[in-house]
């Protein structure tokens, strides 16, 4: 089934430590995105990226890094730069071609730092 | 960046109640699209609208892009419990990105 992934679902991490979120996808699509939740507001776009080996902060980009290495992946890591990095965050990708506004988004993983 | 308001916040609903919410926003948009989102879960594309005054239905949902070009409704007819959850709208942002309202959390009636 075509889709996207991400891993873990839960993630625990102690202040001080980067940590690293997985997202792949099998859609063929060009663009990815990263978007942070926090409880009753919306999505905030962290970091984003419409080619391999290309990508462009978002609104939210401080403390977090990514990579495009290959299509299919689009990890992001939070570093400890993040001052309040416990969220949702939530993955996302695209065409390019149409109506690439239509986004799917994968089930998300939660951070909590202890 | 433009200002994108959702309403109601919240809402609750027994089984067979039709729902509606809106969202306004102060800047005119080329699309609409609507989400919704499970506890815990990623938000799942419902109905995606691209041209002013266009109304579209998906199964009990139908949503209407305003012919202002500024607001938009969704409408859930004849609710279930499944309908429980986050529904955001949502806008195309200049970098292929989207951009969210604060959502309308929908709850069961106790």
């Known amino acids: 089934d075509g889709g996207i992934t991400q891993s873990p679902k839960y993630l625990f991490r102690k202040e001080g430590q980067n940590v690293t979120l997985s997202c792949e996808q099998n859609l063929n699509h060009d663009a990815m995105y990263w978007y942070r939740q926090d409880p009753g507001q919306g999505l905030r776009l962290i970091y984003y990226?419409?080619?391999?080996?290309?990508?462009q902060k978002g609104d939210i980009a401080e403390g977090y890094s990514v990579s495009r290495e290959k299509k299919e992946s689009f990890p992001l890591t939070v570093t400890s730069a993040q001052k309040n990095p416990t969220a949702f965050y939530l993955c996302?990708?695209?065409?390019?071609?149409?109506?690439?506004?239509?986004?799917?988004f994968g089930p998300g993983t939660r951070l909590t730092v202890l | 960046g433009q200002q994108l308001n959702q309403s109601p916040q919240s809402m609750f609903i027994q089984e067979g109640e039709d729902v509606s919410m809106n969202c306004t926003s102060s800047?005119?948009?080329?699309?609409w699209l609507w989400y919704k989102q499970d506890p815990g879960e990623g938000p799942v594309l419902l109905i995606a609208l691209y041209k002013a005054g266009e109304l579209t239905s998906n199964g009990r949902l139908t949503a209407q892009f305003g012919i202002t070009r500024k607001d938009s409704f969704l409408n859930i007819s004849a609710s279930i419990p499944s309908d429980v959850g986050i529904y955001f709208c949502?806008?195309?942002?200049?970098?292929?990105?989207?951009?969210f309202g604060k959502g309308t959390k929908l709850s069961v009636k106790p």
């Open positions: 996302a990708s695209s065409r390019l071609a149409g109506p690439y506004n239509e986004q799917f």
């Open positions: 990226s419409q080619i391999v080996n290309d990508f």
């Open positions: 949502g806008y195309g942002g200049s970098q292929g990105n989207l951009i």
């Open positions: 800047s005119i948009f080329n699309t």
